[in-house]
């Protein structure tokens, strides 16, 4: 099975940044989008941005378009959220995906999720 694990995630001042890594366990992870999704208490889970493995199309909420920019790195078989321009209202708990699925934007898109890594940002 993909094991999924995120890590960067921290406290920042709004209009601060921070990046996040997703860091698959083996090298299968080539064949999968992976995708970032986000929840805030209260609020369910959204999308944030995907990149498919092979040919590096992405994808991003129309919230964090222009803010955020997600990247991979094939031979670390990780994938990265570079987090710019941050705003209180991106506080949440931020997930990584894999997925096979030809649509990247739905969570039953994804089959594999890791347990998450926290993002506050304050006012």
């Known amino acids: 099975q993909v094991q999924l694990v995120e890590s960067g995630g921290g406290l920042v001042q709004a209009g601060g940044s921070l990046s996040l890594s997703c860091a698959a366990s083996d090298g299968t992870i080539s064949s999968y989008t992976m995708g970032w999704f986000r929840q805030a208490p209260g609020k369910e889970r959204e999308f944030v941005a995907a990149i498919r493995w092979f040919g590096g199309s992405t994808y991003y909420a129309e919230s964090v378009k222009g803010r955020f920019t997600i990247s991979r790195d094939n031979a670390k078989n990780t994938v990265y959220l570079q987090m710019n321009s941050l705003k209180p209202e991106d506080t949440a708990v931020y997930y990584c995906?894999?997925?096979?699925?030809?649509?990247?934007?739905?969570?039953?898109?994804?089959?594999?999720w890791g347990q998450g890594t926290q993002v506050t940002v304050s006012s």
């Open positions: 995906a894999a997925g096979r699925r030809v649509t990247v934007r739905g969570e039953a898109d994804y089959n594999y």
